[in-house]
């Protein structure tokens, strides 16, 4: 157990719809960034937020938002969902606003149908 | 945007040979970071090297920084297949206001037992 986590681990919708998947960060970090993992793009960094402000953004698309809450949980929502969306979706979490020792949940892995 | 490329892509050899993964980029970094990820898991750090010309040891594993902080290098002594998973080098960059994490290509590696 890494100390952040993620749910669901997996889930499976359809196109058009909208999910949220949750982050729940290491106790004591104030940072929490999401990246999407697919087979042919990698690990690619969509959004960071610290201590609920948003700090930096990546390929974040816009059918997808993000926010941190006071308790420094965060959620992803993502809408009209399309077959590309498909992938590992992987949130971290670090104490610094600088990219020091990410730690990284387990993964909500997405299937758009 | 900064690029990270990792070679070789994919690497498979025999137990108790020796073996180097390197990642190049033609951007500084303040530091580099290595992850070492499992399936249905999400990627665990290794290490960080922080200086220019900086080299770390993990047991088998020896990091390496480049001198001008623009690659690494990753060799591992006398492999073994629990050493079996996808490596990535990660960088943050130099520059104020661009401190997140930008993931390598990944090198994914198999040792045969």
């Known amino acids: 157990d890494s100390g952040v986590t993620q749910t669901p681990k997996h889930l499976i919708t359809a196109t058009g719809q909208r999910v949220t998947l949750r982050c729940s960060p290491r106790?004591?970090?104030?940072?929490v960034y999401w990246y999407q993992q697919s087979l042919d793009q990698g690990l690619q960094f969509l959004i960071q937020?610290?201590?609920?402000?948003?700090?930096a953004k990546g390929n974040i698309l816009e059918r997808f938002s993000a926010q941190q809450f006071p308790d420094l949980h965060s959620e992803l929502n993502l809408s009209s969902l399309e077959l590309g969306d498909s992938a590992l979706y992987f949130c971290?979490?670090?104490?610094?606003?600088?990219?020091?020792?990410?730690?990284f949940g387990s993964g909500t892995r997405l299937t758009v149908v | 945007t900064q690029l990270l490329e990792q070679s070789p892509q994919f690497l498979s050899i025999q137990e108790g040979e020796n073996l180097t993964v390197y990642c190049n980029s033609s951007?500084?970094?303040?530091?580099l970071q290595w992850y070492r990820q499992e399936p249905g898991e999400g990627p665990v750090l290794l290490v960080t090297?922080?200086?220019?010309?900086e080299v770390k040891k993990l047991k088998r594993l020896t990091f390496q920084f480049g001198d001008a902080r623009k690659d690494s290098s990753l060799h591992i002594t006398a492999a073994q297949p629990g050493d079996t998973g996808l490596y990535l080098c990660?960088?943050?960059?130099?520059?104020?206001?661009?401190?997140?994490?930008?993931f390598g290509t990944g090198t994914r590696l198999t040792i045969i037992p």
């Open positions: 971290a979490s670090s104490a610094r606003q600088r990219g020091y020792g990410y730690t």
């Open positions: 106790s004591g970090d104030l940072s």
């Open positions: 937020y610290y201590n609920g402000e948003e700090r």
């Open positions: 951007s500084v970094f303040s530091s």
């Open positions: 090297v922080v200086t220019g010309g």
């Open positions: 990660a960088g943050v960059g130099a520059n104020f206001g661009n401190e997140k994490l930008t």
